[in-house]
């Protein structure tokens, strides 16, 4: 596995303000699966999404995001050390007619203020497997990290970066096989600690709950 950075960088823009071409208050089904500490868009959303010129990725049934693929595997290898996932992530806030626009409609639908007090989110997302033809399979990292403060998330992602791209994800794997006793037991976030740990990098940040 050879990894490489993609072209895709956070948008520093933190707002949607461009308002919509709708002239009804949004339906419940149009704010349903609300998601409070996550990426994906409410239908609602994903049109203030399109009106803004963003557009997003379906991942999953009824899981749409605004995802952009972060780190690429040049090989695309199907053995050994291989990307599951590797993505970075954002969610908007809103100002401008954009927000105008919702407050409005929140008078008669409460659940649009669960949009309107939004904090504007960044977040990063790798997740590198391992397989091989012995049959061992298993997660060799999944590491999440997100953040409200834009300067501060794309710091990290240049930090962090640049160490991804020096691991030998291979050669981590065997000694990860190694040392199987110690970790495979574990539940998932002690799995994340230990992993972490390994590979000496700051621990997961994620599931940030974005409400103000």
């Not at 609300?34 to 803004?52: K, V």
């Not at 992530?89 to 008078?107: C, D, I, P, T, V």
């Not at 309107?116 to 989110?121: A, Q, S, V």
């Not at 794309?154 to 962090?160: L, R």
Request: glycine share 4%; with cysteine.
């Amino acid at each position: 596995m050879k990894l490489t950075p993609s072209n895709n960088q956070f948008n520093p823009n933190p707002y949607f303000n461009k308002p919509i071409e709708q002239d009804f208050v949004p339906s419940i089904d149009q704010t349903e699966l609300f998601d409070q500490n996550g990426y994906d868009l409410t239908p609602l959303e994903r049109l203030y999404a399109e009106a803004n010129g963003h557009l997003g990725r379906w991942h999953r049934p009824n899981h749409y995001a605004l995802k952009y693929d972060w780190l690429i595997d040049n090989n695309n290898s199907v053995t050994g050390a291989h990307i599951n996932h590797c993505l970075i992530f954002e969610r908007k806030g809103y100002s401008g007619e954009a927000l105008y626009q919702l407050q409005n409609w929140a008078e008669s639908n409460n659940l649009i203020y669960k949009i309107i007090k939004m904090r504007p989110k960044w977040g990063m997302d790798l997740s590198v497997d391992y397989v091989d033809e012995s049959g061992n399979v298993f997660e060799l990292l999944h590491w999440e990290y997100d953040g409200f403060n834009y300067e501060e998330i794309t710091d990290k992602k240049k930090q962090i970066e640049k160490y991804f791209l020096s691991i030998d994800w291979n050669s981590a794997a065997q000694e990860m096989l190694k040392r199987k006793k110690e970790w495979h037991h574990l539940d998932f976030f002690e799995q994340s600690a230990w992993k972490t740990n390994f590979f000496n990098i700051e621990k997961e940040r994620f599931k940030m709950v974005l409400w103000q």
